[in-house]
Nanobody, 115 residues
């Protein structure tokens, strides 16, 4: 199982970014996926869960209305569209899935929101 995030970077407050998570080594469409983030000095938090088909999602209050998760099962790729970014969104962003009783993580991608 491998997960690889990309698309992070430096963005100004109010800006947008789209993150991607490319998956391999498992049947991507069969598994629930999550987007998480970890800010400096804080615990990792779950932002969004998305079902295998992409038809069900659940958002943390901190990102509801600003972030959107989607997936393209033909491309084995999970996406996170982030709009109206704030300084407090600065963090390392991870995708993750629980497969066979084990939680798998990507290496993370840094998002910095600053003017």
């Amino acid at each position: 199982v491998q997960l690889a995030e990309s698309g992070g970077g430096l963005v100004q407050p109010g800006g947008s970014l789209r993150l991607s998570c490319t998956a391999s080594g498992f049947t991507f469409s069969s598994y629930f996926m999550g987007w998480y983030r970890q800010a400096p000095g804080k615990e990792r938090e779950l932002l969004i869960g998305i079902s295998g088909t992409g038809t069900w999602t659940n958002y943390a209050d901190s990102v509801k209305g600003r972030f959107t998760a989607s997936r393209d099962n033909a491309k084995n790729t999970l996406y996170l569209r982030m709009n109206s970014l704030k300084a407090e969104d600065t963090a390392v962003y991870y995708c993750s899935s629980a497969i066979g009783g084990q939680q798998y993580w990507g290496q993370g991608t840094q998002v910095t929101v600053s003017s």
